[in-house]
């Protein structure tokens, strides 16, 4: 996500939470675990914060959902993979401009480690 203010309209869900079966390692394909993920979209929302009509923005509830089916469907090896394919669903999917995508794995199973998150965070623009 930006942390930055620019002048773009965003729609940003923020802590989506969802139990997936990602990673390499073989006990992380069995036992699965919690991932948490963070996307916005940037599109004009000028139209729709004038007419108060859903027909004029896109759903939350539906952007929502199509992350939900790349987190907890078929499993990936990497957090980028997963990023990358909701990005591509949802440029797919919405009438968007761009996504950004951050997919954390809380406390990744590193022997030894003590991580709070990994994280893979990505950004794509519609193909002009």
């Not at 036992?31 to 993920?37: I, M, N, R, T």
């Not at 939350?60 to 939900?68: D, F, G, P, Q, S």
């Not at 990023?83 to 030894?112: N, T, W």
């Amino acid at each position: 996500m930006k942390d930055d203010l620019s002048k773009t309209d965003r729609i940003v869900l923020e802590g989506m939470r969802f139990y997936g079966f990602h990673g390499v390692n073989p006990e992380e394909r069995v036992l699965g675990q919690e991932y948490l993920v963070d996307l916005a979209v940037e599109m004009e929302l000028r139209t729709a914060g004038a007419s108060d009509r859903l027909e004029d923005t896109v759903s939350y509830a539906h952007i929502y959902r199509a992350v939900l089916d790349v987190m907890e469907g078929e499993p990936r090896n990497l957090l980028e993979a997963a990023a990358q394919s909701i990005a591509e669903r949802v440029l797919a999917d919405f009438p968007v401009d761009s996504v950004s995508v951050r997919v954390k794995k809380p406390h990744p199973p590193i022997r030894g480690s003590v991580i709070e998150n990994a994280t893979v965070e990505i950004y794509r623009r519609r193909e002009r």
